[in-house]
Nanobody, 125 residues
Framework: QVELVESGGGLVQAGGSLRLSCAAS????????ILWFRQAPGKEREFVAA????????YYADSVEGRFTISRDNADNTVYLQMYSLKPEDTAIYYC??????????????????WGQGTQVTVSS
């Protein structure tokens, strides 16, 4: 099994930056992509960004393209989400997700069975 733990959330002013971390433990070799999702109050969980094992393939939602950067440090089994130019609409609980044996990227939350507990990001105007 793989366990994921998010951290780094907090309160930030609009235009500010924040870096989220997703620490993986367990059978990390069984996963290929790690994804970030977010869920705002009253909204469905939505795809934010994804990265493959080697880190050479990165994907972003249109809403965060150019502002967020996903990266990973395989030595520490950690995936990062660096967020710049934050907007109030970025306010949400941010989750990382994975699924063993899934080699083709899927963007629906229902395709993933391993989730962290989430970390709250609040952007004030």
């Amino acid at each position: 099994q793989v366990e994921l733990v998010e951290s780094g959330g907090g309160l930030v002013q609009a235009g500010g930056s924040l870096r989220l971390s997703c620490a993986a433990s367990g059978r990390t070799f069984s996963t290929y992509h790690i994804l970030w999702f977010r869920q705002a109050p009253g909204k469905e969980r939505e795809f934010v960004a994804a990265i493959n094992w080697s880190g050479d393939n990165r994907y972003y939602a249109d809403s965060v393209e150019g502002r967020f950067t996903i990266s990973r440090d395989n030595a520490d089994n950690t995936v990062y989400l660096q967020m710049y130019s934050l907007k109030p609409e970025d306010t949400a609980i941010y989750y990382c997700a994975a699924r063993a044996g899934l080699y083709v990227l899927k963007r629906s939350p229902s395709d993933y069975d391993t989730w962290g507990q989430g970390t709250q990001v609040t952007v004030s105007s």
